[in-house]
DNA sequence: ATTCAATTGATATTTAATCTCAATTTCAGT
DNA sequence: ACTGAAATTGAGATTAAATATCAATTGAAT
């Protein structure tokens, strides 16, 4: 299904499916949770397909365009993460600061205001990334 | 006062408060808006304070660890991008993908949302980044 | 003033990501 | 299937941000 959604972007960008794009494309999908350009590189060398890194990236900027895929743009140290996001609820996430448990959760009232104040700022809003911190369920009774 | 913040901070940890800490922070709270570690560095130079690419850097992991300062995005090019927060309102941003471009904005019903989803999750919530990726007015029209 | 751990700064290094450009591949039109 | 124009690839060079190194220097507790 994605394939189709990446030919069609392709198609009318006026741009070519290539072995390495299709490859790419098929690795993206072929795993869930979150990776950096550097470990898609080197999963598909490891499968033995021939792309280089500049294909890599160049098709990651396509796939992100295209909104098939996501940057979820936090990264301490080390690339920028990505995430596939076709075919999946966006979310966005709660982190407690002490044990490091991650909570998805997903509000529509977040999702219309956000773009609510796209349209107030004249911004056309690809993508977010909200991240609470604090403490979960667990933790919270340890910090008074 | 930062000043005194900063000093408390430092004395906590058993470190010195040098000639270079104290112009980093100094700048950093002379101006408002955004920097990033670069500018500031370049700032410093051009007011004829002597302190190293090096300390500047330090500096100003420093200041996040005390609280004055946040790191807000790692900017699409070029480097991260911090704001001294202390004694300023929250606020989220908006940067485009293209320029760099950073619009703040606030809203009440994005807050009290999130407390409400903190509240259905049992989670405490201290703290939250928001960051929408996109284009601005002046870069989407070259993204047709 | 003395002492010692913390700090500095010039430079080298690391790391992510982009750029270059000749060789190759895709695909629309025939 | 063939052809040619245009897009794409890849190896390696390049850029740029940020960190590491380490001898010389400095802050501040005593």
Redo the contacts between chains.
Sequence with gaps: MENKVFRNFLGKKGLKLTKERTAVLKEVFSFHGHFEPEHLYFRLRDRGVKASRASVYRTLHLLVESGLVE?I???GKGG?IYEHTYGHHHHDH?I??DCGHI?E?Y?E??ES??EQ??I??????????????????TC?EL?P
């Design positions: 940057k743009a936090r990264s920028n709660m407690c600061e909570i959760f509000s009232g977040l205001i956000q104040v796209c107030d700022n004249n911004f056309r809003g690809i993508s977010h990334t909200l991240e609470i911190r604090g403490y979960c369920e919270r910090k």
